[in-house]
């Protein structure tokens, strides 16, 4: 049985382990700066110790299936590559303060942060993300149906081209200035700047899916009686669904920097509101709190949406590389 289990077994698993111990040796016998007098929370120890016991369990996971193994030992060198940045920013600013202290604030003051202002941080990311999501699907849906009417209509193409082509490539938020004066509210007004930065790349690439796809599709589809709508919704969206989904991925990511962007200038609430406010304070560890909490946020709606296309576009798998 051991022969087997060192047969199975990858040592690229102990790297992410072996990492975040080298992190907690070097926090806690290295002794602090001696200009540092604030108060020790000890945050940063337990979550290394926390993460440790996590690599640990994986680790062993890893002996006992092969999914878990393959998986880790392929991400491990990444896991540990961030552990290891991170020890290296605790070491410069809490241990030697090789960079100034107020505006890089060391991993425990970090952490401190969501322990004393969690729960109102999470308050201005459910605002940022009823914000983004009423942005986002408003763009999206006006996106997709400009683009369905400019790829299937050469009469819709004729009028609405050249205002895709004037409008769309000036950046969203630069129209905030006009949106805050036409709009009652700042809140609709961030929702419109938001939606049209999704409402561009959207139309762009489902007009462009919809004009790839071989005509003869249309002609066979035309000789058997189909009707325009059975072709729009049978033939052109899905045909051009991946082409969709590139222009809805660009078009996220452009939502999350014009979010923040109008949050900063005009909403009053919200996390992008958030990390201003604290700037304006100096409370550079409330700044770096709130772009964490961004990142993650970020990667968990890019990540869904993969899985999305992943589900709608089963058929690519073998065709296309993703």
Partial sequence: MESTRKKIFDKRVLLPLVSSL??????????KHSDILAKDFSYFIYSLAGLSAVCAVFAIMSLYSERVRVAYA?????IAGMILLINIY?????????????????PDKIIHVFYT?????????????GLLGLGVLGGG??????????????????????????????????????????????????AFIIGLSVWFPTAVLTSSGIANIENAYFEVSSTLGASPVYKVL?????????SMFIGFFNGITSAFLTLMTAEMVGVKFGI??????????MSYANV????IVIGITCFLVVTLLFKTRDKLLIWQQGVIKW
């Fill in 74 to 78: 392929y991400k491990s060198a990444f």
């Fill in 141 to 190: 849906i006006t996106g997709v149906l400009t683009g369905i009417a400019v790829g299937c209509s050469k009469r819709a193409s004729y009028w609405i081209n050249p205002f895709i082509k004037l409008i769309g490539p000036i950046p969203a938020i630069v129209w905030i200035p006009i949106a805050l004066v036409v709009f009652s509210t700042s809140f609709s007004a961030s």
């Fill in 288 to 291: 770096y709190a709130g772009l």
């Fill in 234 to 242: 049978k033939i052109a969206v899905p045909g051009a669904l991946p």
């Fill in 117 to 129: 202002h969690g729960l109102f941080m999470l308050k201005c990311l459910a605002h940022s993300l």
């Fill in 22 to 31: 080298l992190a907690l040796g070097l926090h806690i016998f290295l002794p």
């Fill in 272 to 281: 992008g509101w958030y990390i201003n406010w604290q700037r304006e304070t």
């Fill in 90 to 106: 605790n070491v410069i600013t809490l241990k030697f303060m090789l960079i100034p202290g107020v505006y890089f604030p060391y």
